[in-house]
């Protein structure tokens, strides 16, 4: 198993209302380095789809050209939501915003089949977005259900379950 590189790791999920948005210019894109670039893990292949798209909004929100957000954001179609704004899975680069529903930018669209349950492909994201968007420091979260630090003899612990494929990323796996 390959670790990941040194990184902050946040673990958080939250829904709620916005702020509003003061006009500062687009954030920097790939190559520019910022101060912080929060990188975002945003696996809504479950039920909690229904507070993906506002929490974008909030990133939108945020207004200083200091923080940049980057995010590879899953959505999939199952008995949690049946009508999802798209399916698959992209990766966007947060710009400010205070128009309803995600405006934010596109950097690439990697399509069906992207297993956001596995350690590798949570590396694979860190690796690249660190490499993509330089910043003087780089924040992880990972976005969706968790269930505990220590593994018990009766249930795993982990992150990131995908519902679509079944899987999620151990606990142990997070390793830095």
Known sequence: MK????????????????????????????????????????????DLSQFDAANIAQMESITSPDVRFVVQWKQARGPWDAAPEFVGTRRYLVQPNAEPGVQSQIVQNMGDGVDMGEAETLREFVEWGRSTFPSDRVGVVVWNHGNGWRRSADRGRGVSYDDETGNHVDTWELKG
């Open 3 to 46: 670790r990941l590189a040194p990184f902050a790791l946040l673990l958080a999920v939250g829904c709620g209302g916005g702020g509003s948005v003061d006009p500062v210019g687009p954030i920097p894109g790939p190559g520019a380095r910022t101060k912080w670039t929060i990188l975002v893990y945003m696996n809504a292949a479950n």
